[in-house]
């Protein structure tokens, strides 16, 4: 309990060592990692190289489940629990509302067969379970199921209510017809399923309607995680893979042997991009943050 206390008396004070953190966070805004690539699905019809890799780690019985998140209806989503490859496909694509994801990640690996799980999240959720499986602290702590993390980059998720009735008021938009939301420049585009752009909106406009909780993130490559993954709107045929871990670069690895993926190393480039993004979220964080102080 001391520790728990010292360490927050340091931040309130606001210490050097507290800006020393600023200062490491800051100088590599990605966090620590092994390699970063640009990384293509081989065979994967659908879906991208995290679909890929997820059912790698199915066929080769390396998991008994990924744990992903399928869109059920315009922005909606639901939690999955994948034990085949089919339904690893069926949950590939983008989500930006807010999931109840730990209820039911936590009911499944609680109270199901499952002994060995990957799972697809934030990282918000990539912190929460990578502390859990580091941490343990409770009876009802499921970390030792959790075999790999794979996080996503992530700006934020919207407040679907109020983000709903913005865009239809202001764009026109049927939520429900809404299939993709992706990054493109400084805009998020809105398709539907036939891949017509329904409208393309300033970020710059769209993130007074994320969650309160992701406007004080400062996470933005789930720094978390055993393995990262990405898109960058120039590269749109590839994913930024980061690997953080000795077990994430095992599984990349052993998806290029068994050629499931193809990889190039990241270009400068690509880094200066991931790295641009990630400083922005936490200035933004802190912006947030101080309004609050």
Known sequence: MYQVWDVLRKVSQGNKDTCIWREERMSSPIGRYKKIYLARPVNVQEGGVVTAISCFLLEKKKVDAVVAVRRSKGLEGKVVIATTPEDVVKASGSRWSLIPYMKTLRDTLTEGNIG??????????????????????????????????????????????????????????????????????DNLVVKDASAKVLAEIPISEALKYLQTGCLLCSDYTSVSADISAGMMPEQPDATIIITRTDKGEDVMREAIDSGVISVDPAPAGVVEYVEKQALEKIRRAEKYMSQLL
């Not at 990578?130 to 700006?155: S, T, V």
């Not at 407040?159 to 008021?169: L, N, V």
């Open 116 to 185: 060995r799980a990957a799972v697809i999240g934030l990282p918000c959720q990539m912190s929460f379970l990578r502390q859990m499986k580091e941490f343990p602290l409770l009876e009802a702590d499921f970390g030792e199921k959790i075999e790999l993390l794979i996080g996503l980059f992530c700006i934020g998720t919207f407040a679907q209510e109020i983000f709903k009735s913005y865009i239809t008021s202001r764009y026109g938009i049927k939520t429900a017809d809404v299939e993709q939301i992706t990054i493109s420049g």
